[in-house]
């Protein structure tokens, strides 16, 4: 009798501890998360199962991503992975928004299902995706614009951007900024989702003021395929060589050179949108998807040259240059760069010099061709030690004239903030005609080529 009662009292004890140990996991996905300031979710404290990925623990979109799992519209992985913070597919958000509204699939022997389905049941316009790449990124104004359409029939709809963050689908920045052209991380896309479900239920969600307020300055201006505002005022002196002038540049971003004086070619930005490729003069090769990537590489860079500490310069240091710069292993390439970061280098640790950089960004719509291709960028920095400033930047090509006339014509402080407007050269890597695909940033491209530099205001 007496064992009877102990094994009724370890039965007991197991079941509450079980039972313990279950609400204490549940708990785990109880908390809020607060993917933009002043915008926090709150959820049930009993509504999730245990996460099948194992890469999303402790991350802001926890709860969302689980539940997602949940309703059925996010899938497990083989890897038991989420990859929240990688960039979402246009086919990814399509095959989760699809299931997430439960749409009856509609079939095509031309593109996929979910991607189909969402064109026949008006979630995008087709011009948004003028090259059908799926595979590519989704950026945050292609985001706006399925989302907004998930709620709101086409007639009603004022501007993406606007009617997105009016709703709550989306915020800015911390400080207001909409950054219609970034990725959309696959977090990201969780979130919205669920947020226009709760919408679709009549829920009102809070709103980004300071992004409304933005969006709203601008609603009513012609977007680029960026989805960035156009302004049509204040034009530069050679506004009809561009394509648009863009509403977040100033006048000097179109004052630079651009003048093909060194070679017999005359693509001006604007001309660059009607680029053909020199095999097939029928072919238009201008993708707005492939110059993303031109943008992507010079960013990427760009921010590698700027951040400079002499006390760290190596061979580690020379690596990502020269993958970028010489992406298919010439041996002759190779030996050349090693020369050239080689001899920077060595200057640099005799310079003792340090720079770190700021805000780096390449332009995708002004890109023009005097010989070999180039991207106008702009980018901040700060030195805050050396005694040469011709040795601040890795320069291919030191002993150029240009190069020493420019370190000549200007004087760099130390732990003062810059500006700059330059034009980085781009180069074709293949014989297929000029494909953007196959460019890559060019030996000799200089970070201060034509550059503006002026004080940070």
Do not use: C
């Not at 497990?76 to 929240?84: E, G, H, L, V, Y």
């Not at 928004?97 to 022997?109: D, G, N, Q, R, T």
């Not at 651009?258 to 072919?283: E, G, M, V, W």
């Amino acid at each position: 009798m007496k064992q009877t009662r102990l094994i009724k009292k370890i039965w007991s004890v197991t079941i509450l501890s079980t039972l313990i140990a279950t609400l204490l996991g549940h708990a785990a996905y109880a908390k809020s998360i607060t993917p933009n300031p002043g915008n926090t979710v709150e959820f049930s404290l009993f509504s999730s199962q245990a996460s099948p990925f194992k890469d999303i623990k402790g991350h802001w979109a926890e709860s969302v991503i689980v539940q997602g799992y949940e309703k059925g519209y996010i899938d497990a992985s083989s890897t038991n992975r989420f990859k929240p913070d990688d960039a979402v597919t246009r086919k990814q958000f399509f095959t989760m928004l699809v299931k997430a509204l439960e749409l009856p699939l509609i079939e095509s022997f031309e593109e996929n299902v979910y991607v189909h389905t969402a064109k026949m049941e008006g979630l995008f316009q087709e011009e948004m995706f003028p090259y059908s790449n799926w595979e590519e990124p989704l950026r945050k104004h292609q985001l706006a614009h399925i989302s907004v359409r998930a709620l709101v029939s086409r007639k009603n709809i004022q501007d993406d951007m606007y009617d997105a963050i009016s709703l709550g689908l989306i915020s800015g920045t911390s400080n207001g900024k909409l950054e219609p052209a970034v990725k959309t991380t696959r977090a990201q896309a969780a979130v919205v989702i669920d947020r226009i479900l709760r919408v679709k239920q009549g829920e009102k969600l809070p709103v980004d003021q300071k992004a409304l307020k933005a969006a709203d300055k601008v609603k009513l201006n012609k977007k680029d395929p960026w989805g960035r505002a156009i302004r049509t005022t204040n034009l530069p002196k050679k506004a009809k060589d561009f394509p648009y002038i863009l509403e977040e540049w100033p006048n000097e971003m179109y004052e630079l050179n651009h003048s093909f004086k060194s070679y017999h070619t005359n693509i001006t930005p604007a001309a660059f949108t009607d680029l053909r490729s020199y095999a097939n003069q029928d072919y238009v090769v201008y993708n707005t998807d492939h110059l993303v990537e031109w943008v992507e590489l010079a960013e990427t860079y760009i921010s590698h040259l700027i951040n400079v500490d002499y006390t760290k310069l190596d061979k580690n240091w020379m690596k990502p240059i020269k993958e970028t710069v010489n992406p298919r292993n010439s041996d002759h390439m190779d030996r050349q760069l090693n020369d050239t970061l080689g001899t920077y280098i060595t200057a640099a640790k005799k310079n003792k010099t340090k720079v770190t950089g700021g805000i780096v960004k390449a332009e995708p719509s002004i890109v023009f061709v005097d010989g070999q291709s180039y991207m106008r960028i702009y980018f901040t920095f700060k030195a805050t030690s050396f005694s040469d400033q011709s040795h601040l930047f890795y320069d291919p090509s030191p002993k150029f004239g240009t190069h020493l006339a420019l370190f000549k014509s200007i004087t760099i402080k130390k732990n003062v903030e810059y500006e700059v407007f330059a034009n980085l050269g781009f180069v074709n890597t293949s014989n297929n005609g000029g494909l953007l695909t196959d460019n890559t940033i060019s030996f000799s491209a200089f970070l201060l080529n034509d550059a503006i530099i002026r004080e940070k205001k």
